[in-house]
């Protein structure tokens, strides 16, 4: 493909550089927290990807064009592939809170009253859906878009256009992190379901010395008692662990890119406040 050739005014090297930024940059907002809500028309996702594309383009270098469609094609799958495993990293913190709040709603009982979103046409419960939403207040409170906006552009440092490396590392931090995402719903979880685990243990007792009470009518509302009793209580909870949690998404985030990426790359990711 040679670069004597114009599109739009663009060389050749240029075109394949924009190609490329849009494509990472469209995958990306596809999967990551905020961007990726259905509540977003398509049509303004699509207008954000470009304007992103189009701002973050003036930052890279253009590309020498590359020297057939063939690697064209794989640099573009790279760049989904990048984009992907960006975004799904990130959303691996709301993943966790809503996981949390479903355990909660199965401990409480509520599990049997799931509700469709009407946005997502999904069948969800009603206190993951209710973790969900907070989380993401507290994510807008704290700016972490702004993070996630910043590590999008930056990751065009840490990963150059237009392949990426060592895919086999990703995979095992993928898993680390899923990891650590389920050690985020033992956190915002552990206080509800703890009480109403001592709560069960009660009634089981309950139900041996006098088994001719009928423990399900009579623990029923006190286990949804107790249940949103503690969870109002722990609510404070998730404000107090949220920008740790954010810290080590961004974290996960970086170390993600360097696997993609050339040694002694630069971070492209703010550094985490002490």
Do not use: C, K
């Amino acid at each position: 493909m040679a670069g004597t050739w114009n599109v739009f005014g663009l060389s050749t090297g240029q075109f394949e550089t924009m190609v490329l930024v849009l494509v990472r940059v469209s995958a990306m907002l596809a999967l990551v927290p905020i961007f990726s809500q259905t509540q977003i028309p398509q049509l303004v996702r699509f207008g954000l990807g470009l304007l992103l594309a189009f701002v973050i383009v003036r930052t890279v270098p253009a590309m020498a064009p590359l020297g057939s469609l063939g690697e064209l094609t794989v640099a573009i799958l790279a760049q989904l592939f990048i984009g992907l495993v960006f975004g799904f990293v990130a959303f691996l913190l709301f993943t966790g809170i809503q996981f949390a709040g479903e355990i909660i709603d199965t401990q409480i009982g509520f599990a049997v009253v799931n509700i469709i979103n009407p946005l997502t046409s999904q069948s969800v419960t009603v206190i993951g859906e209710f973790e969900l939403a907070l989380a993401t207040l507290l994510y807008l409170a704290a700016d972490a878009h702004h993070v996630l906006i910043a590590g999008i552009a930056g990751s065009f440092q840490l990963v150059p256009l237009p392949f990426a490396a060592a895919p086999e590392l990703v995979a095992g931090d993928v898993m680390r992190f899923f990891a650590q995402s389920l050690f985020i719903v033992f956190q915002i979880a552990a206080p509800v379901a703890v009480a109403l685990f001592l709560v069960n243990v009660m009634l089981g007792l309950m139900a041996r010395v006098a088994p001719q009470m009928n423990v399900f009518v009579v623990g029923f509302p006190i286990q949804i008692t107790i249940g949103l009793v503690m969870l109002i209580v722990s609510l404070p909870l998730l404000g107090a662990v949220f920008p740790t949690l954010i810290d080590t998404s961004a974290h996960q985030l970086d170390t993600v890119l360097r696997a993609m990426s050339p040694a002694n790359a630069p971070s492209p990711l703010p550094s985490p406040s002490p």
